[in-house]
């Protein structure tokens, strides 16, 4: 489907607690492609997307995002993907609206405010704009955290079963989001459990550990 490679992983080694999960692994993703991480827990799904997100050191090999290594400049490689992992990342004594405009903040982004509404819409938030997180339930506040990612306009997402505690109509509207993050030319690695029943998506079995 891609015509030209913007991220490319190779030779990639990865340990965690001094075992080997990722032993030399190579792809490369173009616009417009999922790259969907199964296998057994302990596989190294997780690893795999820290390791993407310069949350951990691998052992060897290189990641290069539009042909250039994310390591020399990774101020820039961070501003180009958001990052959704199994905790929500949000702050519960804040609104959903208050805990995204702060996400765009802390990015320098001046315009949280005109990407606001749209992400509210996505997920069917704007109902839930004003509630205090705490006093949401876990689904909602799993879409709190996915609305992030679309508030972000960025081309790489990082995804740590985006799926979890989602209802069906939740489920529809993520992939909605995804698939219009996809048209529009972006990216995204996601490590799931469940098909995530996407077209355009490509499988990366990691096996069993």
Excluded: Y
């Excluded at 290594?69 to 490689?77: G, I, S």
Aim: glycine share 10%.
């Amino acid at each position: 489907m891609a015509s030209q490679i913007l991220l490319e992983v190779a030779d990639l080694t990865c340990r965690r607690g001094g075992r080997k999960v990722l032993d030399h692994l190579s792809f490369s993703l173009g616009p417009g492609e999922l790259l969907a991480l199964v296998g057994r827990n302990g596989s190294g799904k997780t690893t795999l997307l820290r390791a993407l997100a310069l949350l951990m050191r691998p052992d060897s090999g290189t990641v290069r995002w539009q042909g250039g290594d994310v390591c020399a400049d990774p101020d820039h490689w961070r501003s180009q993907l958001a990052w959704l992992g199994h905790l929500d990342g949000l702050k519960a004594d804040l609104s959903v609206r208050e805990n995204l405009l702060a996400a765009q903040a802390l990015r320098g982004t001046r315009r949280g405010e005109d990407r606001l509404d749209t992400a509210l819409t996505a997920l069917d938030l704007a109902p839930l704009a004003t509630r205090p997180v705490r006093t949401l339930s876990t689904g909602q506040r799993r879409r709190s955290a996915l609305a992030r990612m679309i508030m972000a306009q960025v081309p790489v997402w990082l995804l740590d079963e985006p799926l979890n505690a989602l209802d069906a109509p939740s489920q529809h509207a993520f992939r909605a989001a995804l698939d219009g993050h996809l048209i529009a030319g972006g990216l995204a690695v996601a490590a799931t459990h469940v098909n995530l029943d996407m077209p355009a998506a490509r499988t990366l079995d990691l096996g069993v550990p």
